[in-house]
């Protein structure tokens, strides 16, 4: 894949991912999170982190199928690999 096409995925995707990590966390306290009825044993800086990679991982995901979705059929039958 050309270096553009993937900044088209990843680049909004991080910003999905910042902004999705905003709002989650403007109402969620980490301290608060439970995980099987125990309180996590983690810092806040480290739920923090792991959210916004999983954010960022999903956020790609959509993006990427988004971009997938606008390939037009007779570039993809036509493509020789």
């Not at 989650?24 to 800086?45: C, I, K, M, T, Y």
């Amino acid at each position: 894949m050309k270096m553009q096409t993937w900044m088209s995925i990843l680049w909004p995707a991080f910003l999905l991912a910042s902004a999705t990590e905003l709002l989650v966390f403007a109402l969620v306290d980490p301290a608060d999170l439970h995980w099987r009825g125990e309180v996590l044993a983690l810092s806040r800086q480290t739920v923090y982190t792991a959210a916004f990679f999983v954010f960022w991982l999903l956020a790609t995901g959509a993006s990427a199928l988004t971009l997938l979705l606008t390939i037009p059929a007779r570039e993809i039958n036509n493509r020789e690999d």
